[in-house]
């Protein structure tokens, strides 16, 4: 029994990862209709700078803090320089895009930070969380860390009115023109805050994978299985589909005969190519209809 508990909690810290991160992917999805395969790299690019900030002599949450906005206004740029001017391109000029994206982010961190694996500070620490060896201080961390951000978004999303106009310009971005929301800057609003969401998984996630130009690529095909498990279409299933993500690798990993740590990348494809089949619209995701 205590090694389930143990296993379901370490599984709901890193679902928590997975679920910021298919929550960043969700978002430039509904603004674009597009996957970003660069979502990795640009958090692992933001972990990067978090780790400089704090060479550079700044403390971990001065860092934290600095690294969000810097993501938020990279991915703004990102949007109008790169992706805006793709706006009516066909779908393989934006995968072209995305792929050229990856590559230059990945290129640029190794040569400027070089491809040596290095460490990266836990603000939380790594003993057991008040007294407990069932979880650490730090998947505590990683928990509260991604429920107080997403208790932040859904309040955001919710009652603002910037909030509400992201909504409708992802949902009805004709309908949203109509009553003066400007869906341009609505989408690049939506990639800066995707960039931010990123940036914070990798911070998290840096003191546990350690910090190197690869580190994102296996958490970015967990973070598409949750997306496509809770539904493209809907935010908070991309999060519930983290959580449950996270859970079933380490349930499945630990109880099944035979899956080992190198067995789980191949379990989250599984899954994906699963819902796809039995429900491509995932479980919260609404099914569109288009006329032809």
Known sequence: MELLTNQILAGLATGAIYACMALA?????????????AQGEMAMFSTFIAWQLM??????????????VISFIG?????????????????LVHVAGFIALFAILNSVAGLTWDFTIKQFPSPFGSTGFLGS??????QAGIIGVAFAML????????FTRIGLALR????????ARLVGIDTRWMVALGWGMASA?????????????FLEPNMMGGVLLYSFAAAVLGGLSSPFGSVLGGFIVGVFENL????????GTELKLPIALALIVTVLVIRPSGLLGRVVVKRV
């Open 252 to 259: 499945v990993s630990t109880y099944v005969p035979g899956v």
């Open 197 to 209: 969401i990123g940036a914070i998984a990798g911070v998290l996630i840096a003191p546990v994978v």
């Open 55 to 68: 060479q550079w002599g700044l403390g971990f949450w001065g860092a934290f803090a600095l690294t969000l």
């Open 75 to 91: 991915g703004v740029a990102l949007e109008r320089l790169l992706f805006n001017p793709l706006t009516n391109a066909p779908v």
């Open 168 to 175: 409708a310009a992802a949902s009805q971005p004709e309908s």
């Open 151 to 158: 208790s932040l978004l859904y309040g955001f999303f919710r």
């Open 25 to 37: 992917v969700v978002m430039i999805y509904q603004a674009i209709n597009h996957l970003n395969f």
């Open 133 to 138: 060896q069932l979880i650490s201080k730090h």
